[in-house]
């Protein structure tokens, strides 16, 4: 079994994707094609090696879908870049310093994608990182950023404590600033507000306090303010605009304003001789304010992944030399045997040689009851070992253990942008400097057209427009809710791969389920024993356990399983045969056994005087049991639904989706289940390679379609769904074979992704309402539409004010999501 990650280029819609996918369906050993629409990549998932890695790549040649060609459903081309090196594309976390709103992000994006060897890059700006999938060399994606006018570093493996501790240095000194800020700016407001006087007159001793004043207010913008400064001179050097450059201009413009004054006063009319200097302290003091309480929220935001990360065992107990040795977890190595005793956990994943214990595996699968282990089981590290102690051998370490996976995946996804998202991006192209011509044309209003003091008033209302429409929410919007979300669904066990999946789960309308393993428990179980006249059930059972002792086949495994259960003796048989589609015979005491089907008995002169039907209307497979000619019971073997299958169904439906179960059963025993589990539609007799044209087929007919399966056998079809669900349990489950992992082998977990899915949508919508609404209707007001109403302008203070608590707002609703519970029970 292995996979490959193969760069594709020019794929932009569902349609390109399923192209893509019938393109490499064709060859031999493919078992699993996810395409990758935002980061341009497809994985193919094999299950053996006859398909080469360039077989691979000529498909996707073919299919018009290769780096450098033209796709075939696009006319128009596309620029790409040669490769900077050879082999498999590869992921580099860059940690980004300097961005502070949506038009930082485009920029960043835009450099890095420019550079050749990359494939895709985005940046997320709630944590500050940019992930880049290619080629290029990580110094080179460093100095395409250091060009753009920002900084970037290698983000490597356990900077997460540096980072945090990086983050409260940040914090402290934002805190630092705001003081400084309004420690000037709050009492020359206050003497503004208790009546005192704020003109300057020529000659007069206040002018000379005024300057020093000035000259306080300018050590502030070169300290507190100095970032803002920095960020504006950069991003002007690269030809961009940005929110330094809208509070610089704000806060630069009131304080020259105010320098005019106490210099040249005469050079301006009585009325216009009013200072500003709390204006420029006020701002800077009260936007650091605001960027501190949004750091702080941002490092809420991050929970999930360091409860994940602290899940992690520090130290092992290894056994080398024949001696139990205590050692950092970071030392063992793959092979060596490690001790475990109650209460400890599992350090790293591996496969239990001795012992038998009770693992509670909820940090993985989101399900609470312990998981028994016996040797030739495995174990998954993180988890929390609470019975007897274990011995086992390790079989994966560091970065691939289990944990270290999801870790990686919550992270990744966490950074991806659902198509939502988008919108900010595109509006944050033109915002900066539509606001800053809109900025221009309200002062060219008031100087022209406004009363006296036309150019108090048109400092006013340029600095107040300027400083308000700082797009910092709307660079938050989106990034902020995705991290909530993806991290609260990593706590129910669902590993969430995209953006877009994320987005497209609040969406579905229909729901194809696998029957096998996904609504049942996936192996056959004895449901029923129905006995003649003089029979006992346990009787029955014992011989029927007996003939099937030489066995494998799974009807036989479960008899031998609930005799195994009911802790019966079996007897010794002989001259045993298992005859294919009927069944097996066998002498036991002397005497002549069959157990097969009704067909074969009856042809054999058994006489069935007991009636099967019941056993076959709950979709069980009835097994009859004789003696020579006489029919001493039936035993019904069936694939039981899962406990919790009917009400997680339930709750599917009562979300509004029409739910479908696919099978290749028969079409009785099909709907018998489906009865059982609360299903309205079915799809039987369907073969695997035919499950994906049944999921294109409801596509076709306009509907939104998730497929649940096992992420292995059903990979065509999850691949070919708009939201593809692959549900197992613990390590078993295949993480890359869909959009949406469920680690645990509940369908809850999908009832439960969808509800985390809806919830972080709607929250993004919220944020971005507010962001763009907060924007559309601030301007205005700033430029002084109301003037005429209240005969007063918007103060730059409170503009700046309204700018910061606009970005905390969004951090703080984005944060609701972390109290965020699905609902367990259906609606009655």
Same mark, same amino acid.
């Given at each position: 079994?292995?996979?490959?990650? +193969?760069? %594709?280029? !020019? *794929? @932009? &819609?569902?349609? #390109? ?5 019938? =393109? /490499?369906?064709?060859? $031999? ?64 976390? +860059?940690? %980004?310093? !300097? *961005? @502070? &709103?949506?038009? #930082? ?5 835009? =450099? /890095?994608?420019?550079? $050749? ?64 800020? +309004? ?43 100095r970032h803002f400064f920095i960020g504006a001179w950069k991003a ?293 024993i129905v006995c003649a006249d003089g029979q006992q059930e346990t ?290």
């Amino acid at each position: 079994m292995s996979h490959h990650i +193969l760069p %594709i280029a !020019g *794929a @932009t &819609c569902q349609g #390109c994707a399923n192209k893509i996918r019938r =393109a /490499l369906q064709t060859l $031999p050993g493919v078992r699993g094609i996810e395409v990758d629409l935002e980061t341009q990549q497809v994985q193919v998932h094999q299950d053996d090696d006859r398909t080469s890695k360039a077989q691979l790549q000529d498909a996707i040649a073919g299919a018009g879908y290769a780096p450098a060609k033209t796709p075939a459903c696009h006319t128009t081309s596309q620029a790409t870049h040669p490769p900077a090196e050879t082999g498999d594309a590869v992921d580099i976390i +860059l940690n %980004i310093t !300097g *961005a @502070t &709103c949506a038009s #930082c992000v485009r920029t960043i994006e835009s =450099a /890095l994608r420019n550079t $050749p060897g990359v494939d895709q890059a985005d940046m997320n700006f709630a944590d500050r990182t940019a992930r880049v999938r290619g080629h290029a060399r990580p110094d080179t994606l460093i100095q395409a950023v250091e060009a753009a006018g920002y900084g970037a570093s290698e983000a490597n493996e356990g900077d997460d404590e540096a980072q945090e501790a990086q983050q409260q240095a940040h914090y402290r000194q934002l805190l630092r600033h705001m003081w400084l800020g +309004l420690g000037l700016g709050v009492p020359l407001m206050a003497w503004g507000l208790l009546g005192g006087d704020m003109m300057v007159r020529p000659g007069e001793p206040s002018q000379w306090i005024w300057l020093a004043i000035g000259v306080a207010t300018l050590a502030i913008l070169a300290t507190a303010g100095r970032h803002f400064f920095i960020g504006a001179w950069k991003a002007c050097r690269n030809h961009n605009a940005n929110m330094d450059t809208l509070i610089a201009l704000g806060t630069g413009a009131a304080w020259w304003y105010s320098m005019v004054v106490v210099l040249v006063p005469t050079a301006l009319p009585e009325a216009a001789r009013h200072v500003y200097f709390e204006a420029s302290a006020m701002i800077i003091g009260l936007i650091n304010l605001g960027q501190a309480l949004e750091v702080r929220a941002r490092g809420k935001t991050s929970a999930a992944v360091k409860r994940l990360l602290d899940l992690g065992a520090k130290t092992a107990r290894v056994m080398r030399d024949g001696k139990e040795t205590d050692i950092p977890v970071e030392q063992v190595q793959t092979g060596d045997l490690l001790r475990v005793r109650p209460g400890e956990k599992i350090a790293v994943d591996g496969e239990v040689q001795e012992g038998q214990s009770r693992i509670d595996e909820s940090m993985l699968t989101g399900e609470p009851m312990p998981v028994e282990k016996t040797p030739g089981d495995r174990v998954s590290a993180g988890t929390l070992n609470e019975g007897g102690t274990l011995l086992y051998k390790a079989t994966a370490v560091g970065r691939d253990t289990a944990l270290s996976q999801i870790v990686a995946l919550v992270k990744k996804a966490q950074g991806s942008k659902p198509p939502i998202g988008r919108l900010a991006d595109q509006v944050s192209a033109v915002f900066v400097p539509t606001i800053m011509i809109i900025a221009v044309i309200s002062a060219l209003v008031w100087f022209n057209l406004g009363p006296d003091p036309r150019i108090t008033h048109m400092l006013i209302s340029a600095t107040t427009v300027l400083i308000i429409a700082c797009p910092c929410a709307l660079g938050l919007a989106t990034p902020m809710s995705v991290m909530v979300g993806v991290g609260k669904a990593a706590e129910h066990g669902i590993l969430i791969r995209q953006g877009e999946a994320l987005q497209t789960s609040s969406t579905l309308d229909t729901i194809v389920l696998d029957k096998t393993g996904t609504i049942t428990e996936g192996k056959p179980a004895v449901t029923d024993i129905v006995c003649a006249d003089g029979q006992q059930e346990t009787s029955v059972l014992q011989l029927a356990a007996s003939l099937e002792r030489g066995s494998e086949h799974p009807l036989a495994m479960a008899i031998l399983n609930e005799a195994a259960q009911r802790q019966l003796s079996l007897e010794s048989a002989s001259q045993f045969q298992a005859l294919n589609g009927k069944g097996v015979t066998a002498t036991l005491a002397g005497k002549a056994y069959r157990l097969g089907n009704r067909r074969w008995l009856e042809s054999e002169g058994v006489s069935i005087t007991l009636d099967s039907q019941p056993l076959t209307d709950k979709g069980a497979t009835p097994l009859f049991l004789s003696e020579g000619n006489t029919l001493l019971g039936i035993i019904g073997v069936a694939d039981r639904i899962k406990d919790d299958s009917r009400a997680a169904i339930a709750r599917l439906k009562d979300a509004g989706l029409t739910v479908i179960m696919i099978t290749g059963d028969i079409e009785a025993s099909a709907r018998a289940i489906a009865k059982q589990a609360g299903v309205d539609e079915v799809m039987a007799e369907v073969l695997p390679e035919d499950k994906a044209k049944k999921v294109l087929a409801l596509q076709q007919e306009g509907r939104t379609v998730a497929m649940v399966g096992d992420g292995i056998n059903d990979a065509p079809a999850l691949a070919q769904a708009d939201v593809g669900f692959a549900i197992g349990t613990g390590t078993d489950v295949a993480i890359e074979s869909a959009a949406i992992t469920l680690m645990g082998g509940s369908l809850h977990g999908v009832a439960d992704a969808m509800a985390i899915s809806t919830a972080t949508v709607r929250n993004i919508k919220q944020n971005l309402f507010g962001a763009f609404v907060y924007n559309s209707l601030g301007v205005p007001v700033a430029a002084g539409v109301l003037y005429p109403f209240t005969g007063s302008l918007l103060s730059p203070v409170i503009a700046g004010a309204a700018m910061s608590l606009s970005s905390v707002t969004v951090v703080t609703n984005a944060n609701r999501l972390r109290l965020f519970t699905p609902r367990k029970e259906p609606k009655s």
